[in-house]
């Protein structure tokens, strides 16, 4: 059960935009609508960000955004902010109830 | 306040038991798919195990399969993860976490417990 393919790190400086990707398969990111992303600041446990490849949960800031295509989804965050600066991990649904985590995003603000 | 407070870490030996517990509040629990997820030190997440609503669906990660058992009681509102022939790749920080309503994310977590294998 291989983890998700994400760039190690990617930085931005304050009110630019960034894009983290996360590269599967066919059997997971490809195949099903179900990506989610969660942001984890040090010594915090993950929260989430973006579920459902686009969709936001209430509470979160329109500055993140989710997409996908074929087997790669994306993270991109607009207008770059301090706060921002965290470790982010994908997630997909693989099959028979199994998930699988990317293998996380170092994101510094500049 | 919807949270979830993980119990029962601790340090074991290598081939040794434990049992971790999950105490949930502010939601009907019931209603929820829950999971457990891991993360090592310095490394990342990894996912270790699912369980259904009314605990009749079970999965494991290949990692702790045939070692692992995940299962949950709703009178207890509370989720458990046995753990049984613990190798040191099983140190993580374990957390609890609640998949969304109708959905494949994990939309609450909680503050996680350490589990320590080491002779």
């Known amino acids: 059960q291989s983890a998700l393919t994400q760039p190690a790190s990617v930085s931005g400086s304050p009110g630019q935009s960034i894009t983290i990707s996360c590269t599967g398969t066919s059997s997971d990111v490809g195949g099903y609508n179900f990506v989610s992303w969660y942001q984890q600041h040090p010594g915090k446990a993950p929260k989430l960000m973006i579920f459902?490849?686009?969709n936001r949960p209430s509470g979160v800031s329109d500055r993140f955004s989710g997409s996908k295509s074929g087997n790669t989804a994306s993270l991109t965050i607009s207008g770059l902010q301090a706060d921002d600066e965290a470790v982010y991990y994908c997630?997909?649904?693989?099959?028979?109830?199994?998930?699988?985590f990317g293998t996380g995003t170092k994101v510094t603000v500049l | 306040e919807v949270q979830l407070v993980e119990s029962g870490g601790g340090a074991v030996r290598p081939g040794g038991s434990l049992r971790l517990s999950c105490a949930a509040s502010?939601?009907?629990?019931?209603?929820?798919?829950m999971d457990w997820v891991r993360q090592a030190p310095g490394k990342g997440l990894e996912w270790v195990s699912d369980?259904?609503?009314?605990?009749?669906?079970?999965s494991y990660a290949d990692s702790v399969k045939g070692r692992f058992t995940i299962s949950r009681d709703n009178t207890k509102n509370s989720l458990y993860l046995q753990m049984n022939s613990l190798r040191a790749e099983d140190t993580a920080l374990y957390y609890c976490?609640?998949?969304?309503?109708?959905?494949?994310?994990?939309?609450?977590w909680g503050q996680g417990t350490m589990v320590t294998v080491s002779s």
């Open positions: 997630g997909s649904y693989r099959s028979s109830s199994t998930q699988v």
């Open positions: 369980i259904n609503w009314n605990g009749g669906s079970t």
């Open positions: 502010g939601f009907t629990f019931e209603d929820y798919g």
């Open positions: 459902d490849v686009s």
């Open positions: 976490a609640r998949k969304g309503y109708l959905q494949e994310a994990f939309d609450i």
